[in-house]
């Protein structure tokens, strides 16, 4: 199955499990691709003792899973891409809405 999260939060925990469930998926032998929107843009500064969010992007990216980020959003916030998370556009949403089997939000 092709799994497509669309992440908005930028509240620790929430992002944390959004990639954990990412993970999972991938561990069932799914395809899985994040779209980081709005707040989502901010995830790899969310870091806390107990939701280390960048270590569960960093393994989503080891395993095969992609992560995209809102090139609007991160202007907004004057802000760049990053190797983990690459600027991405509305097209880019678009075809993981379009191509994924399910869409899950954050």
């Keep these: 199955m ?3 999260i669309v992440i ?5 925990e929430t992002v944390w499990n959004a990639f954990r469930v990412g993970n999972f998926a991938l561990t069932e032998g799914d395809e899985v691709k994040v779209f ?10 969310l870091d806390t003792d107990k939701f280390m969010v960048t270590e569960q992007m960093q393994t989503l ?10 090139g609007s959003c991160l202007k ?22 379009t191509g994924s089997d399910r869409v899950v939000t954050f």
């Design 76 to 97: 907004i916030r004057q802000s760049g891409g990053s190797e983990m998370c690459p600027l991405s556009t509305m097209n880019d949403l678009y075809e993981l809405i």
């Design 36 to 45: 980081l929107l709005g707040k989502g843009v901010e995830c790899e500064s």
């Design 61 to 70: 990216v080891d395993n095969g899973g992609e992560i995209l980020a809102c």
């Design 2 to 4: 092709k799994v497509g």
């Design 8 to 12: 908005y939060s930028n509240e620790s």
